[in-house]
């Protein structure tokens, strides 16, 4: 009888941990993903998206365009799939929900503005995403190598 009790409460640890870990850590997982996903896709980007004018290719343009629009639809994706958020974020330090939700507008607010951009609200954008998500950028990095160039 102990035989089976020990391996009915094992079996039962195993389910509840499986549950714990699909339903709660790797909705949060995915949720961080996504953040850093932004903060290296801006980065990457940030010499087309910066000076759309510029940049004469435009498949390259509408891939930038698209890729920032998926990241958007990618943290709502988030939002939506992190049980009860509001509780969640504070016991895994993401950020609160009104913010991921004024990133996601500005993400797609970046993406239009890539069709007929203004550099200063571009720039805007992408620090206002970067405090909203609470990616930390070193300085200003753009005018921090721009002065290095000597």
Not at 71 to 98: D, H, I, M, N, Q
Request: proline letters at 4%; aromatic letters at 10%.
């Amino acid at each position: 009888m102990t035989i089976f009790l020990t391996i009915l409460s094992g079996v039962a640890v195993f389910v509840l941990g499986q549950t714990v870990l699909k339903l709660l850590i790797e909705p949060v997982n995915d949720m961080k993903r996504t953040i850093g996903e932004v903060a290296f896709t801006l980065l990457k980007y940030s010499n087309a998206y910066g000076n759309p004018a510029v940049v004469a290719d435009a498949t390259k343009l509408e891939k930038v365009r698209s890729e920032i629009r998926e990241l958007g639809s990618g943290l709502l994706k988030g939002l939506s799939v992190v049980p009860f958020y509001a509780t969640t974020r504070k016991w895994f330090f993401l950020p609160p929900e009104k913010d991921v939700e004024e990133a996601i507008s500005c993400l797609i607010g970046l993406s239009n503005s890539l069709v007929v951009g203004n550099p200063i609200h571009i720039s805007e954008r992408e620090k206002k995403i970067f405090r909203l998500l609470k990616v930390y950028i070193y300085k200003d990095w753009k005018t921090d190598i721009v002065a290095r160039t000597d």
